[in-house]
């Protein structure tokens, strides 16, 4: 394949703009897929982004039009996949950048755009749903311009329902991106922008060859995991798998070589010849640093090693996520996991729970925070149960974010006291068009965890869009809240809030626990407690048997007798009794978004 006749590209956007519909267009127009197979969001293949409506995972696939051979790779649109989105760029030298003609720029269309920015990648805007009555595209061409600096007379106008506009989208696609660079003389250097694990085959490696030629049957060594295999079978994504007998500078497919271990194969990994290849390895990715941290556990405690198995392979599929053994009192053996936000680890879990047939309990979320002791070391806390005491405690600081904010001028009232109820503090303001503000908010990570973007929604009627990045640590006034019963203090409850809503905190799992802890033969006192200090308590009545309903009359003694030996009884019962805490429980307590 010459390269002047090939083209990578991928397709950004803000969620739900028309990415994967535009995929679906293209396979058609190419000819990739026959009628009678054809699906919408055909590329989405994981039946949970069928589910949703939204894509989770990159894909790739190989198109012919005109003469030349064009890949394309689709990529998510919501904020927790940006992961994707970076490592599709890195096989790329230029992206379709879609914008949905009735909403116009959203906070990821910036997002996304300044990443291709930063790779020198060739922009071909479009503006989507140009068919649906409500659009405007004259006045989101004017928008894009003034946003992103894209003349208004260079933005193609699509429909990628209906399929107008499609084909000169390919065409322009391949008049103004650069074909790739590469030598096809050089020793071989592949990129692995994307690994899944395959229970018959192993790892299928999906690779972007950028310097040299790789031919089917090679012995192959993996630079950073220093291991050799043999390339057993590469091909293109057509979207299905069709083997080939090479792959040179440019192309883009997959490596079938045998791989069993999940750990030699990771995104980012670079390939070449066991004999007579590279020395020096790709730059690969920069690794991403999870945000929000939980705890999983299995239900059934035997289920742990399976767990663990699951996470490794889950784990080459998806390298943004970390995971850690830990133990809990409450549950059991289990492990720490880290994502990149609330969807990312919704989608993780239940990833685990359909392909693995797992049933997994998930702790609070929390937040990686600092502290510095009183001897000047410093501890990162991912567990509250890490925390240290206080008299040991110099300050303990946290995450802080950079938002942006998109929304409809008149919902920039809204907005902006909620961004002040969550300790927000302005940074920037500016229009975007006479009808539309961009609002950038310094904001602590853990309140925008938990359910920041829903109310976010909420009070814009779902206009407004999210977006946001790393802003460093700050020093704040935090407090961690353990959670007794009769006395003991259960781990999986506790957790680290800011002084001022640790009261409201601690009253609220209090009543709840006292709603779902059945009734024991004693009373059990629940207490929210900060340090030694009691903040909050509730307590759920002992049962009480009617020992006198056998007495008819006499003397009153014997009843107070009987009475007594049932006080006696209680009493000796609480001091040795367990409180029966049923796991129905801790699901509903810590379920996200209560």
């Not at 028309?18 to 000819?31: F, P, Y």
């Not at 490592?87 to 790329?92: E, F, Q, V, Y």
């Not at 009253?507 to 059945?518: C, G, N, V, W």
Request: negative net charge.
């Amino acid at each position: 394949m010459g390269l002047p006749r090939l083209r990578n590209i991928s397709i950004i956007a803000h969620i739900d703009h028309g990415k994967s519909t535009l995929a679906d267009r293209m396979l058609e127009l190419c000819g990739a897929v026959d009628a009678r197979d054809m699906r919408a969001q055909y590329l989405d293949s994981m039946d949970l982004e069928r589910e949703r409506g939204i894509t989770i995972k990159l894909q790739s696939v190989r198109l012919d039009w005109r003469d030349t051979v064009v890949n394309v790779i689709d990529t998510p649109g919501h904020v927790d996949f940006g992961y994707e989105v970076s490592r599709s760029l890195a096989a790329c030298e230029g992206v379709i950048l879609v914008v949905d003609a009735v909403q116009g720029i959203e906070a990821q269309t910036l997002a996304n755009c300044y990443q291709a920015l930063e790779h020198d990648l060739e922009i071909v805007a479009v503006l989507n749903k140009i068919d649906l009555p409500a659009a405007e595209p004259d006045r989101y061409a004017e928008e894009i311009q003034q946003g992103l600096g894209i003349p208004a007379g260079e933005i193609l106008r699509i429909s990628a329902k209906t399929g107008e506009g499609v084909a000169d989208l390919l065409d322009a696609v391949i008049e103004r991106t650069p074909a790739p660079d590469g030598d096809p003389e050089a020793p071989l250097r592949a990129l692995v922008f994307d690994s899944q694990f395959d229970q018959y085959r192993g790892v299928v490696s999906s690779i972007r060859v950028v310097d040299g030629e790789l031919q089917a049957g090679a012995s192959v060594r993996f630079l950073q995991a220093g291991t050799v295999h043999q390339a057993d079978e590469i091909g293109v994504w057509r979207p299905a798998m069709t083997p080939v007998e090479r792959l040179g500078p440019g192309e883009v497919g997959y490596l079938l070589a045998g791989i069993k271990n999940v750990g030699e194969a990771r995104s980012g990994e670079t390939v070449t010849l066991a004999r007579g290849g590279a020395e020096t390895p790709l730059a690969g990715y920069r690794e991403p640093k999870p945000m929000v941290y939980s705890g999983l556990y299995p239900i059934e405690g035997a289920e742990f090693g399976d767990l663990r198995d699951a996470l490794e392979k889950l784990g080459l599929n998806d390298s943004s996520f970390t995971y850690e053994p830990e133990t809990s009192l409450a549950l059991g053996f289990g492990f720490r996991c880290g994502f990149l936000g609330l969807l990312h680890m919704e989608i993780v879990r239940e990833r685990l729970e359909r392909e693995f047939d797992l049933s997994l309990i998930t702790t609070s979320p929390s937040v990686e925070y600092r502290a510095i002791r009183t001897d000047g070391t410093v501890i990162e806390i991912d567990n509250p149960c890490d925390m240290p005491p206080g008299g040991e405690l110099e300050r303990i600081e946290e995450p802080w974010l950079l938002t942006s904010i998109v929304t409809p001028a008149e919902h920039t009232g809204t907005l902006m006291e909620l961004c002040q109820s969550r300790r927000g503090e302005l940074d920037e303001m500016s229009y975007l068009s006479p009808e539309r503000v961009e609002l950038k908010y310094r904001i602590p990570l853990a309140e925008v965890v938990i359910d920041f973007f829903d109310q976010l929604k909420s009070r814009t009627q779902g206009y407004a869009s999210l977006d946001y990045e790393p802003a460093g640590y700050r020093p704040s006034d935090l407090v961690r809240v353990d959670v007794l019963l009769q006395g003991e203090a259960v781990d999986a409850f506790s957790t680290i809030v800011h002084r001022d809503a640790a009261y409201d905190y601690g009253r609220r799992i209090a009543a709840r626990l006292k709603e779902l802890i059945p009734r024991q033969q004693f009373e059990v006192p629940i207490q929210a407690t900060i340090g030694g200090r009691v903040i909050a308590r509730e307590t759920v009545r002992a049962y009480r048997k009617d020992v006198t309903a056998k007495l008819y009359g006499g003397d009153v003694t014997r009843k107070r007798k009987l009475l007594e030996k049932q006080k006696e009884g209680k009493r000796r019962m609480k001091s040795i009794g367990r409180v029966d805490v049923p796991q129905e429980a801790f699901v509903s307590v810590l379920r996200l978004g209560e």
